[in-house]
């Protein structure tokens, strides 16, 4: 299915991050000790964030590096009513080299410009939101991730929000780009293995036809209530399925992989597919998949529709080795057990306790590039600025 952006003036001002105005924060924040950067209830962001608005009429402003605080925004902003919203989420990383470095940010800004076109926002050009994110960088994650905090990372969140102050389903006539940093807990070391409990009969994450495969806020505010429900039973999220056939899809807000023998006895890396858009395509995932076809010799790397009952049969056969989920937040994280209708379905974390082989060696290949352990092209040095 092919999307447009948002209509354009004639003559619109283009999104230039070239002419990026700087403006200091006169109030610099303490910076918190990294036990207590995630305990409470309010994402702790950094000193500055960047923000342009757009206007149909007028295309981009001039964008500004400012100081974090309140967006101003009419209680009538389609945002607000009509979920007209989008964002991004990314991390860079402190490496254990004192550079600091983002990965793959080129596939997250075609994304959002992807997830842009879907909502009916304006899209940000690629080139510009990659160079915003890192001039952003530049100036906040000297003080707000130093190098004695080697092998810790920052959260990036690009959004873009309608902002024109009417009621009325249409595409909206102004908007809003701003991005942030802040401090994301590390969750993806998780003691005996992530658990995941299948989504109910009644409810989807995602459908055919839908808008599962873009990063919109309406992707993930309704999987709330699910999520709630696997806690109160003990898990840490929901699997969601799809379909008569209980097709697997995501682990929460993450994809899902399985690692299992097949019957001819070749080992098989297995997760949903991109072409009938019902999941997000995650960089995570994409890296996962290129690094597994890479570097495995022996492992047949697939990316096709697969069900609950194929997950449970492969368990019962001693067949199914392995499973973990990828994505920004969770990173890798290796699935331990999975209830479905009051089944359980128990997969090894390995000879150590703590992931098997497929899953650790992605993990370890993931971290080292991330980290700055192994020179490659996925991960790029941002220049900062000292003061």
Same mark, same amino acid.
């Given at each position: 299915m092919a999307f447009t952006c948002a209509p354009q003036p004639s003559t619109p001002q283009r999104l230039d991050a070239s002419k990026l105005i700087y403006t200091y924060t006169n109030s610099p924040r303490d910076v918190p000790d990294a036990a207590n950067a995630c305990t409470g209830d309010e994402t702790i962001c950094t000193d500055h964030m960047i923000l342009a608005t757009w206007h149909a009429t007028k295309g981009w402003s001039t964008p500004e590096l400012r100081p974090y605080g309140p967006l101003s925004l009419m209680p009538t902003a389609s945002c607000l009513h009509y979920a007209t919203e989008c964002f991004e989420g990314l991390k860079a990383y402190r490496g254990y080299d004192g550079k600091l470095r983002v990965f793959r940010t080129e596939h997250n800004a075609a994304r959002m410009q992807m997830s842009c076109s879907r909502i009916s926002l304006p899209c940000v050009d690629a080139t510009d939101l990659q160079q915003l994110i890192h001039a952003l960088l530049a100036v906040d994650a000297p003080k707000w991730l130093p190098?004695?905090?080697?092998?810790?990372? +920052?959260?990036?969140? $690009?959004?873009v929000i309608g902002t024109q102050p009417s009621l009325g389903v249409q595409a909206p006539q102004s908007a809003t780009m701003y991005i942030l940093l802040g401090y994301m807990p590390r969750v993806d070391a998780v003691p005996c293995g992530m658990k995941l409990l299948t989504s109910p009969n009644d409810m989807?994450?995602?459908?055919?036809?839908?808008?599962?495969?873009?990063?919109?806020?309406?992707?993930?505010? $309704?999987?709330?209530? *699910?999520?709630?429900?696997?806690?109160?039973?003990?898990?840490?999220?929901?699997?969601?399925?799809?379909?008569?056939?209980?097709?697997?899809?995501?682990?929460?807000?993450?994809?899902?992989?399985?690692?299992?023998?097949?019957?001819?006895?070749?080992?098989?890396?297995?997760?949903?597919?991109?072409?009938?858009?019902?999941?997000?395509?995650?960089?995570?995932?994409?890296?996962?998949?290129? +690094?597994?076809?890479?570097?495995?010799?022996?492992?047949?790397?697939?990316?096709?529709?697969?069900?609950?009952?194929?997950?449970?049969?492969? *368990?019962?056969?001693?067949?199914? +080795?392995?499973? &973990?989920?990828? @994505?920004? *937040?969770? &990173?890798?994280? $290796?699935?331990?057990?999975?209830?479905?209708? @009051?089944?359980?379905?128990?997969?090894?974390?390995?000879?150590?306790?703590?992931?098997?082989?497929?899953?650790?060696?992605?993990?370890?290949? +993931?971290?080292?590039?991330?980290?700055?352990?192994?020179?490659?092209?996925?991960?790029?040095?941002?220049?900062?600025?000292?003061?």
């Open positions: 190098e004695d905090r080697a092998g810790d990372f +920052l959260y990036i969140r $690009p959004t989807v994450r995602s459908w055919i036809g839908g808008f599962g495969y873009a990063k919109v806020g309406a992707n993930y505010g $309704p999987s709330v209530l *699910a999520s709630q429900a696997a806690a109160r039973e003990g898990f840490h999220q929901t699997l969601w399925l799809y379909g008569e056939d209980g097709e697997c899809t995501e682990a929460g807000g993450s994809n899902f992989f399985v690692v299992w023998l097949r019957k001819d006895g070749k080992k098989e890396l297995v997760t949903a597919p991109l072409d009938d858009q019902l999941i997000l395509d995650g960089v995570t995932r994409r890296s996962c998949l290129e +690094l597994a076809r890479e570097r495995f010799r022996d492992l047949v790397v697939t990316e096709r529709k697969f069900t609950i009952d194929e997950v449970i049969t492969a *368990a019962a056969n001693g067949c199914l +080795l392995e499973s &973990f989920s990828a @994505g920004t *937040a969770w &990173f890798i994280t $290796p699935v331990s057990h999975i209830r479905h209708r @009051g089944q359980d379905i128990m997969i090894s974390m390995g000879a150590h306790g703590e992931m098997g082989e497929v899953t650790g060696k992605i993990k370890s290949w +993931l971290t080292d590039i991330m980290y700055g352990r192994a020179d490659h092209p996925w991960a790029g040095v941002i220049t900062e600025k000292k003061w």
